[in-house]
């Protein structure tokens, strides 16, 4: 039995990269949130409240140890590796869909970010990155005399 992997979306992406070498560039310039060099993709979630952005992603089976975040000039980074595991040939894998491999992903985000106070956790295939929000400087009112 030959082992295949299965992999839907690999036709379409091939396509955007074809279309973005014919019409010469990036035909995403706008769209910082992921590199061609990348394997996947995680799915992330971003939400903000009056104190924080959240930013959730999914990301079963990778360690802690192999994703590294960075926040530079308003940018948020995430990479890191999902480990391959051994597909023995004595096992009888009927469909193998989980991707492996090297992820990245980059988020722009506002001024009121505040890349000092930016912590991360995780549990159960999902990280957590708290972005808190800097105190902004109420508008002072100065009467005229």
Same mark, same amino acid.
């Given at each position: 039995?030959?082992?295949?992997?299965?992999?839907?979306?690999?036709?379409?992406?091939?396509?955007?990269?074809d279309l973005e070498r014919f019409l010469g560039g990036n035909a995403s310039r706008n769209e910082d949130?992921?590199?061609?060099?990348?394997s996947w993709m995680p799915a992330v979630d971003i939400k903000e409240d009056e104190n924080r952005f959240l930013l959730e +992603? #999914?990301?079963?089976? *990778?360690?802690?140890?192999?994703?590294?975040?960075?926040?530079?000039?308003?940018?948020?980074?995430?990479?890191?590796?999902?480990?391959?595991e051994d597909l023995q040939e004595g096992k009888e894998y009927k469909r193998v869909e989980r991707v492996y491999g090297a992820f990245y992903?980059?988020?722009?985000?506002?001024?009121? +970010? #505040?890349?000092?106070? *930016?912590?991360?956790t995780g549990k159960n295939g999902v990280l957590q990155i708290t972005?808190?929000?800097?105190?902004?400087?109420?508008?002072?009112?100065?009467?005229?005399?």
């Amino acid at each position: 039995m030959n082992l295949t992997r299965y992999e839907p979306w690999q036709l379409m992406n091939q396509l955007h990269r074809d279309l973005e070498r014919f019409l010469g560039g990036n035909a995403s310039r706008n769209e910082d949130s992921a590199i061609a060099t990348s394997s996947w993709m995680p799915a992330v979630d971003i939400k903000e409240d009056e104190n924080r952005f959240l930013l959730e +992603a #999914d990301i079963p089976g *990778v360690e802690p140890k192999d994703i590294e975040i960075a926040m530079e000039n308003g940018v948020l980074t995430i990479k890191g590796e999902r480990k391959v595991e051994d597909l023995q040939e004595g096992k009888e894998y009927k469909r193998v869909e989980r991707v492996y491999g090297a992820f990245y992903r980059r988020f722009s985000l506002p001024d009121t +970010a #505040d890349a000092e106070q *930016v912590t991360a956790t995780g549990k159960n295939g999902v990280l957590q990155i708290t972005i808190p929000k800097k105190t902004v400087a109420q508008p002072r009112r100065i009467t005229v005399q």
